[in-house]
């Protein structure tokens, strides 16, 4: 199954410190896909809706909540987030793709809530220390 894990669940592995309490993502749309994330969503025990090309779908699952957002804010959907997305261990052979800290400040900025701003400038200083960092390893060759 093709997604990428956006939302707080995303900026959490990028080090943001923040909570949450959901996962958010956006699988490919081929219809291959959505037949495989209803089928694993049916193997757990959930409800499979019918997805919202406009709005997210949150599925509460015996795990947790999942939403499922075909076309975040700020986004042309999964195609236009996997470029810049990374496989990140989370543990137990598990490698998610998730959405790069530029791209989730570009769908946070397109939402363009107050609530979101505190977590849209620890991202974007987060972006600021990762190229000081890569900078500095470049001076160091």
């Known amino acids: 199954m093709s997604f990428v894990v956006i939302g ?10 923040e909570t949450t309490s959901d996962i958010d993502i956006v699988p490919s ?16 025990g959930a ?5 919202d090309v406009e709005e997210p ?3 509460p699952t015996p795990l947790g909540d999942l939403k499922v957002v ?18 990140e261990p989370l543990g137990r052979g598990v490698r ?28 974007r200083r987060l972006i600021e220390l ?3 960092l890569s900078r500095g390893r470049g001076i160091e060759r």
């Open 70 to 87: 075909l076309t975040p804010a700020g986004t042309r959907g999964w195609d236009d987030l996997r470029r810049a997305a990374n496989r």
């Open 130 to 132: 990762e190229h000081e």
């Open 47 to 51: 409800a499979v809706p019918a997805f």
């Open 57 to 59: 779908t949150m599925i």
């Open 96 to 123: 998610p793709s998730v959405a790069s800290p530029g791209d989730l400040a570009r769908m946070l900025a397109a939402v363009d809530r107050d609530q979101d701003m505190p977590k849209l400038r620890r991202l």
């Open 29 to 44: 749309t081929r219809p291959e896909n959505l037949r495989r994330l209803s089928n694993a969503l049916e193997e757990i």
């Open 8 to 17: 707080g669940f995303a900026r959490v592995i990028h080090g943001t410190g």
